[in-house]
């Protein structure tokens, strides 16, 4: 077994936590997180919604939330490193505890995560360490998968890599297409996603290399 080589607090920080969602598109998961606070299943609040794209439609659903979303577009000829600043900038100034990527599709710097160690979650529509990176649903079917799910894990500096904290699996029906799958995968992620930033904002567990371990073994 490999030693500890964090031991979280509990609760992990001063409750509710204070969160801020990094979105690029359609922002579901965001709504079902912020779902999950305002009905007190997970003891936080969203307290900002940062965007790498002026049209991403979570930014709508982020006011119709009475959340004003920062984004944070990428100019023309911006070279990539002076948009992460920008972006990060935009974060830092939020002051969150933690930060919960919901379909925000760029790859964060190493500085970036190392700023906020163990700190920052994404979700991903695959069984990982399976089909990381873009169309992950269409991954899993074109390899053949009968399983197939979504996981919530902090993130590295790696693509969709660090240390996994939640899945959720289901069985691939036949001849199901890509966009039906999507959708069933969907479903689930929005309840994973809150059950899990629920277990992590409790604290109390512990990374043993990169293995994540709940204080209530045999619980999901
Ligand atoms: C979700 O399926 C999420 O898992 C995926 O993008 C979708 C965003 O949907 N994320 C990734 O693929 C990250 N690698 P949403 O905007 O409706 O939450």
Redesign the pocket.
Known sequence: MRETSYRAPSPLVKLPARIVVM?S??????DALADACQEGRVPAAIVGVVSDKESAA?LEKARRRGIEPVAVARKAGEGRASHEERLVDAVRQLGPDLICL??F?RVLSPEFVGEFPLRIL????SLLPSFPGLH?QRQALEYGCRVAG?TVHFVDSGV?SGPIVGQVALAVEEGETEERLSERI?GL?HRLYAETLARVLAGGWELHGRSVRFPNPGAA
Do not use: C, T, V
Request: net charge negative; aromatic share 4%.
């Open positions: 979105l598109g359609r922002g579901s998961n965001f979570g919901a379909g599709m994404n979700i991903h529509p992950a979504a969709d969907l992620e």
